[in-house]
Structures are given as C-alpha cells and as structure tokens.
C-alpha cells in the first residue's frame, strides 16, 4: 500500500525541517565562535524575514503536495535527486567556510575571501543550493504551483542578502570583486 499525499508530503516536510534543524544547530555554533573573534554583523540584512520564510517555504510546498498529491515516480526521482544535489554543494559550501558558515551574514575583520571548494568556481554556492532546494522539494511533492513561486520569492530575499553580503566583504576586506 501506498502513503498518502498527505503522509508523502508531510514526511517530505520532516525530512527537510530535520536537516534544517541540523544545519541551524551549526550555525548558531560558529555564529558564537564568529561573535567571539570580532565578526561584524552588517546593516540591512534580511536574516529575520529569511528566519521564518525559509521553513515556512518548504511548508507551503508539501501543503499543495498534500492536496494535489505527488507527481509520479519520474517527478518523485527528480526531485530526490535535485534535493540531494542541493544539500551536497550545501554540505560542500559549508565545509569549505567551516566556522565562517552561518545564517547571517558575519564578516571576520581582516578575513580574506574563501575561494576553496565551490567558491573557486562560484561566488555563492551556498545560494544556489537554497533556491535547490526550493526546486527540488518542489518536484518531489508536486508542487507545480507553489514551486516557481516561493523560488521566485526566496529568490529576491536572497538577492536582497547577496548584494548586503557582498558591501560587507567589500568594505571588510578592501576587495572591489565583491561588489
């Protein structure tokens, strides 16, 4: 027998919220690690609207995957595997940060620019695997509607975050690149 679209998506939904918490457990270690050091929080940060949005994005994504129901083997397949690639760069932007890797945005003063492991070949790799995230959750569960949109939407916010981040590295580290 077969789970329900409701017990699907709301299985897909711990799952997500488990690493989520996972991640925030992390993060608030090498936030306290970074505050010690002397890490600057920057001005106009979107962190508490990201706070909310971000689980409250993949809710709205198992809430239509529980009324429309999930989208056959072929979808279900491709987004397990656009979410695990997602949470893999995540994983790997992570690690190459190690204890600069937080939820906000906080600059070590004098710290230069990570650019080992997916920084050597992008600039945010931590964003990309989100909106991977966003994407691949929204293949698993069907969301066809929600999906575009809360990537969209959580797209801004973060465009929003990266150009904050961006003024900060720049101001902190002297670098013009990141502008």
């Not at 993949?58 to 999930?70: I, Y």
């Not at 710290?111 to 990309?128: E, F, S």
Request: no cysteine.
């Amino acid at each position: 027998m077969s789970a329900s679209p409701e017990m699907f998506s709301g299985l897909a939904l711990l799952l997500v919220l488990l690493l989520m918490a996972g991640e925030s457990r992390v993060s608030r270690a090498h936030e306290r690690h970074l505050r010690a050091a002397g890490a600057i929080e920057p001005p106009g940060d979107v962190y508490a609207t990201m706070r909310w949005a971000y689980p409250a994005a993949f809710a709205v994504l198992a809430g239509e995957g529980a009324l429309e129901g999930p989208p056959g083997a072929a979808g279900i397949a491709a987004g397990a595997a656009v979410l695990a690639l997602a949470k893999a760069l995540k994983y790997w932007a992570i690690v190459s940060l190690g204890r600069r890797w937080t939820f906000r945005v906080l600059v070590p003063p004098g710290a230069p620019l990570v650019t080992r492991g997916p920084y050597a070949m992008v600039r945010h790799p931590n964003y990309i695997a989100v909106i991977g995230e966003l994407v691949g959750m929204a293949f698993l569960v069907g969301a066809r509607v929600t999906g575009p949109v809360t990537a969209l939407l959580f797209g801004l916010l973060m465009w929003k975050r990266i150009r904050v981040e961006n003024r900060a590295l720049a101001e902190l580290s002297g670098s013009r690149a990141a502008r």
